[in-house]
C-alpha cells in the first residue's frame, strides 16, 4: 500500500525517461498511484512514451498537442470514460521556438511570444478547467516553473515570461479551485538535462554557476521533484494551495 494507492492521475509532458514528469511518474509509481499520459501527436513521441508507459500498466496514453482545444477536451473525456474521476494532475508542458530563444529578448516576434505562452502558460489553464469537473472529490494539480520567472537568466528569455505568467496563473487559479477543494501548486526546478533544456543556450554554464551559488553546492536529482511532487498532490499538504515551491539546492535564496 503506498500514499497514492486508488487514487488516478494525469500526467502531461512525459517526453522521454529524462522529462522532469517521468521523474514525478517514478515517484507516484512507488506509491501506488493509478497514472494516465499524454504525448505530442507525432509517432516518435508516441513510441518513446509507449515504451515508458507501457510496462507500467498505463490504461489511458493519448495524444494531446495543448494547442488544440479539440485534443485537450478528447483526453479528459477519455479520462471520465476510462477512470470516471481524476484525483490528480501533472502538468510539466513549455515550448518555445528555439530560433527565437537564441535571439535578444527584444527582438522576439509577435508570433513566437503567443505561441510559447499559448503552449507554456495558457496551457495549464485549459487543463485545469478540463480536470476540474472530474475532481469531484478535491484534487490537487502540480505544475513546473523555474526561476527564471522571477529574475533574469540570459537566453531564456521568454520562457523567464511564460514561467512568470504561469507562477501567477497558479495564484489565480487556487483562487478560482479552491471553491472545489481542488489545490494547483508549482515546482520550481534546478535546471535539469532534458529535450527542452537543450533549447536554451548557454545551459550548461546555467548549471555550472548553480553548483557553485546553491548553498547545498550541487544540481538537484530528477527524485528529489518528484518526493516535492508527492507532497503537493498527496493530503501531506492539504492547506497548501497558490504556492510555488522552490527545489533548487537553495539557489534562490543566495544573492552573491
Ligand atoms: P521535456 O522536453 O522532457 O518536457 C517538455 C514537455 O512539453 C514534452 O513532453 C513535450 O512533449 C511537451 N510539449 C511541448 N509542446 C507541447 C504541446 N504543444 N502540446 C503538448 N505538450 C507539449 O523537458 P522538461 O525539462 O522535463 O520540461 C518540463 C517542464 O519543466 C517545462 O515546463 C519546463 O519549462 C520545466 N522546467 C524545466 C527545467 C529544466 O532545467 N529542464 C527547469 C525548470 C522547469
Same mark, same amino acid.
Request: charged fraction near 20%; charge should be negative; include cysteine.
Given at each position: 500500500m503506498g500514499v497514492?494507492?486508488?487514487? =488516478?492521475?494525469?500526467?502531461?509532458? /512525459?517526453?522521454?525517461?529524462?522529462?522532469?514528469a517521468w521523474a514525478i511518474s517514478e515517484a507516484l509509481y512507488q506509491q501506488g498511484a493509478e497514472l494516465g499520459f499524454t504525448?505530442?501527436? %507525432?509517432?516518435?513521441?508516441?513510441r518513446r512514451v509507449r515504451r515508458l508507459v507501457e510496462p507500467r500498466g498505463a490504461r489511458l496514453i493519448l495524444p494531446c498537442d495543448v494547442q488544440?482545444? @479539440? $485534443?485537450?477536451?478528447? /483526453? *479528459? $473525456? @477519455?479520462?471520465?470514460?476510462?477512470?470516471?474521476?481524476?484525483?490528480?494532475? /501533472?502538468h510539466s508542458i513549455a515550448?518555445?521556438?528555439?530560433?527565437?530563444? &537564441?535571439?535578444?529578448?527584444?527582438?522576439?516576434?509577435?508570433?513566437?511570444?503567443?505561441?510559447?505562452?499559448?503552449?507554456?502558460?495558457?496551457?495549464l489553464l485549459a487543463a485545469c478547467r478540463a480536470a476540474a469537473p472530474l475532481m469531484t472529490a478535491g484534487g490537487a494539480i502540480v505544475t513546473i516553473s523555474y526561476y527564471g520567472g522571477e529574475k /533574469?537568466?540570459?537566453?531564456?528569455?521568454?520562457?523567464?515570461?511564460?514561467? @512568470?505568467?504561469?507562477?501567477?496563473?497558479?495564484?489565480?487559479?487556487?483562487? $478560482?479551485? #479552491?471553491?472545489?477543494? !481542488? &489545490? !494547483?501548486?508549482a515546482i520550481s526546478a534546478g535546471p535539469m538535462r532534458t529535450l527542452s533544456a537543450a533549447g536554451i543556450s548557454g545551459f550548461?554554464?546555467?548549471?555550472?554557476? *548553480?553548483?557553485?551559488?546553491?548553498p547545498l553546492g550541487r544540481n538537484v536529482e530528477p527524485s528529489e521533484? #518528484? =518526493?516535492? @511532487?508527492?507532497?503537493?498532490?498527496?493530503?501531506? %499538504?492539504?492547506?497548501? =494551495?497558490?504556492? =510555488? !515551491?522552490?527545489v533548487d539546492c537553495g539557489f534562490s535564496v543566495v544573492g552573491i
Open positions: 497514492f494507492t486508488s487514487k =488516478t492521475g494525469l500526467v502531461m509532458g /512525459v517526453a522521454n525517461d529524462r522529462s522532469i504525448h505530442l501527436p %507525432s509517432p516518435s513521441s508516441q488544440s482545444d @479539440a $485534443d485537450v477536451a478528447r /483526453v *479528459f $473525456d @477519455a479520462v471520465r470514460e476510462t477512470y470516471g474521476k481524476l484525483d490528480f494532475l /501533472v515550448f518555445a521556438p528555439p530560433q527565437e530563444l &537564441r535571439n535578444p529578448y527584444l527582438q522576439m516576434s509577435r508570433e513566437g511570444w503567443h505561441l510559447a505562452m499559448d503552449i507554456s502558460a495558457y496551457s /533574469v537568466i540570459p537566453g531564456y528569455n521568454v520562457m523567464g515570461v511564460c514561467k @512568470a505568467a504561469l507562477e501567477h496563473s497558479v495564484r489565480y487559479l487556487a483562487w $478560482d479551485l #479552491g471553491q472545489q477543494k !481542488i &489545490r !494547483i501548486n550548461d554554464r546555467i548549471r555550472d554557476h *548553480f553548483t557553485q551559488k546553491a521533484l #518528484g =518526493t516535492t @511532487a508527492l507532497y503537493l498532490l498527496s493530503d501531506q %499538504s492539504d492547506g497548501v =494551495t497558490g504556492e =510555488t !515551491i522552490h
